[in-house]
């Protein structure tokens, strides 16, 4: 990861109300949300100011995360936002409030406060742009002091939001330690900004964007040798990726191994993984202690001391790998899957004696990188994680925070996700390639890596599908990936120029008909139907079950079948299946209307037709549409004739087309 200048937009030069209100940014009602606790702060009231002063009607709304629940926050959003339609955006600062939360003591009360604002606003139906601001939740460059890591936990929380909610997500931004006129000034311009960037830090140098680029494959020699000695702590270790950094471990020098778990020795397996260890000549301790219980941590630690154990090495791989939307996770399900990696990561930084310490290594995931769909919590506990690696990293302490992709030989993906993430682009990282990397990494002396087997040509059109994704703008194979435009024409095959002519001569009924069924059987492909049965006309896209993934695929076959090169939204733009024919059938006769269709498609209605013999109704409607074609364009008869030729076409019943069939054939 790595953050780049970004040109303020429209502030630049100004640092006090004089100047600002010369050049207003902002219009319309703005929600600024803040800690009940802290709303007198001379940093809240002050940026209040500022956004008044940039031409927003700004209303305050005040959040107590460790009180308030969803109904509460959205009646009084719903009160302070009278008319939704006035409602320009919103701004948190809600995760500044970082009391324990009462209950969940292991979490801050807000990321439960910014939880339930985005949740209040999902049920208010309102899509104003949500921005999250903290304080010293990123660090962007060595010499910028990443001081508290528990705010990040809004980055993780946003980034699954940015996905799950597109429409209603403006983003992210980090304000400096010194909340002054030229910060707040600069967050205005942010708030301001149209080119998507949703990562932002604002610092005195100015506005940063964050980017993930990839590792260089030729970089420099490794920092230094890692090799394990002494005792080795794993957390989660009885589980499938615990086991196979305890065996890697173990396999490189580390003499005695630690496996920690709720479960302990009552964990599936963990005697043949102790057996496998023990072959390596490393001694092997399983351990049940429950991480985020504090006491047993300092317990287990204590025990190690009094034995002479000298911990070295820190591996935290707990977590809870429950999957929810973020729409539906209550306080009680985002404390059961956050508290286990945060709650944990936070007792072993402060239990564990520092100076004897190789390595302290966090597994985090990919999630509170770039985000993952239902991962909102699991994300918020990892973003935590890895800001606590860049804390503690800039006091000395080596720590890393490996972001991990999906991990094959176990792990937290089952059988059908595995297809999914396959589909799209996102492969499963072996057990020795991920090995080698938590190598590479520790050698080379990283605070914080991504390890992730990505084809980005895939995975890139569906991940910026709802919306433009800067964060991964960098990326070589994701420019290309994404620089095709989204209009003009695919390839022009047969099949192509078939439609494109039998569309010139059908009559208009006939035209809708042939395009929604093109459309309906190539949706129940992409979800799997037999037929194209379940697929009714008039039922929204999304109740069919489409996600992003299967919008792009179904948008990929219809570029195919029609020669167009539709935009990746089609589906969700025009909602249902006849919306959506009705849309095709404007783009692909939008250039050729007035045209006489060239000699090869008439080649290929011709054999078309040719190929429809069994099909007496289609082929006659065909024809009868021809037959009216040429006489308009012979003028064989006069303009009455050929409007009621044209009519009685359009009008005519199967029973009707029927005895004009037998009339062709002379049986009548």
Not at 118 to 131: I, Q, S, Y
Request: with cysteine; hydrophobic share 45%.
């Amino acid at each position: 990861m790595t953050w780049q200048p970004l040109a303020d937009a429209g502030t630049q030069g100004t640092s006090g109300a004089t100047a600002a209100q010369k050049t207003p940014l902002l219009n319309g009602t703005w929600v600024l949300a803040v800690p009940e606790a802290d709303a007198a702060s001379t940093a809240l009231t002050d940026c209040a100011t500022v956004l008044g002063e940039h031409g927003a009607n700004v209303v305050v709304l005040l959040v107590d995360g460790g009180r308030d629940t969803v109904k509460d926050v959205a009646e009084r959003l719903g009160e302070a936002v009278a008319e939704p339609g006035t409602l320009s955006g919103v701004l948190s600062l809600l995760s500044f409030d970082e009391r324990p939360h009462p209950v969940h003591g292991a979490l801050p009360v807000g990321s439960f406060a910014v939880l339930a604002l985005l949740r209040a606003m999902t049920e208010l139906g309102l899509e104003a742009p949500l921005w999250c601001a903290t304080r010293t939740a990123v660090s962007v460059r060595r010499s910028d002091v990443l001081a508290r890591p528990a705010q990040a936990q809004t980055w993780g929380l946003g980034r699954v939001a940015s996905l799950e909610h597109p429409k209603l997500w403006g983003g992210l931004v980090d304000l400096p330690e010194r909340v002054d006129a030229t910060a707040l000034n600069r967050l205005v311009s942010v708030l301001a900004r149209t080119d998507h960037e949703d990562q932002v830090a604002v610092r005195e140098a100015g506005v940063l964007t964050r980017r993930v680029v990839p590792a260089p494959l030729d970089g420099p020699e490794p920092a230094r040798p890692w090799k394990p000695s002494g005792t080795s702590i794993i957390t989660g270790g009885t589980g499938a990726l615990g086991g196979h950094v305890a065996r890697w471990l173990a396999g490189n020098g580390a003499e005695h191994v630690v496996l920690t778990s709720r479960s302990g020795g009552k964990a599936a397996g963990v005697d043949d993984l102790v057996v496998d260890i023990e072959k390596s000549g490393a001694r092997v301790t399983v351990a049940a202690c429950d991480v985020t219980d504090r006491a047993a941590v300092a317990a287990l630690l204590e025990k190690l001391a009094a034995d002479g154990d000298v911990v070295r090495t820190v591996v935290h791989a707990a977590g809870v790998g429950v999957l929810a939307p973020l729409a539906v996770t209550d306080d009680v399900l985002f404390a059961d899957i956050a508290s286990a990696k945060v709650a944990g990561a936070r007792h072993l930084d402060e239990l564990l004696g520092r100076e004897s310490l190789d390595a302290v290594v966090y597994f985090s995931s990919v999630s509170a990188i770039w985000g993952v769909g239902d991962h909102g919590a699991y994300a918020a506990a990892n973003a935590y994680t890895d800001a606590l690696a860049e804390q503690r990293r800039a006091e000395g302490v080596p720590a890393l925070s490996v972001a991990w992709g999906p991990w094959a030989g176990g792990g937290m993906v089952s059988d059908d996700a595995k297809i999914l993430l396959d589909r799209q682009g996102v492969r499963l990282i072996q057990p020795e390639t991920g090995m080698t990397a938590l190598r590479q990494a520790l050698e080379n002396d990283d605070t914080s890596v991504v390890v992730a087997d990505v084809d980005w040509e895939r995975f890139a059109p569906v991940f910026t599908m709802a919306r433009e994704r800067p964060l991964i703008g960098d990326i070589p194979q994701v420019r290309a990936a994404v620089a095709a435009p989204d209009t003009g024409r695919a390839e022009e095959t047969a099949e192509v120029h078939t439609l494109r002519a039998e569309l010139t001569v059908l009559a208009e009924a006939d035209r809708e008909r042939l395009l929604l069924d093109l459309v309906r059987e190539h949706a129940a492909t992409v979800l799997g139907h037999a037929t194209p049965d379940g697929v009714e006309p008039g039922r929204a896209f999304r109740e069919l079950g489409f996600d992003s993934l299967t919008a792009v695929e179904l948008r990929n076959r219809l570029d195919a079948a029609t020669g167009l090169r539709l935009p990746a939204t089609s589906v969700f733009d025009h909602p249902t299946p006849a919306a959506l024919a009705s849309h095709l059938q404007k783009e692909i006769l939008q250039d050729t209307e007035g045209d006489l269709p060239p000699g090869a498609e008439l080649d290929r209605l011709e054999q078309v037709l040719a190929a429809r013999a069994h099909d007496d109704i289609g082929r006659v409607r065909v024809v009868m549409r021809l037959e009216s074609l040429l006489s308009r364009l012979n003028e064989t008869h006069g303009p009455g004739d050929r409007t009621d030729a044209a009519e009685r076409l359009e009008s005519a019943t199967n029973e009707e087309l029927f005895d004009l069939i037998d009339n062709d054939l002379g049986i009548s």
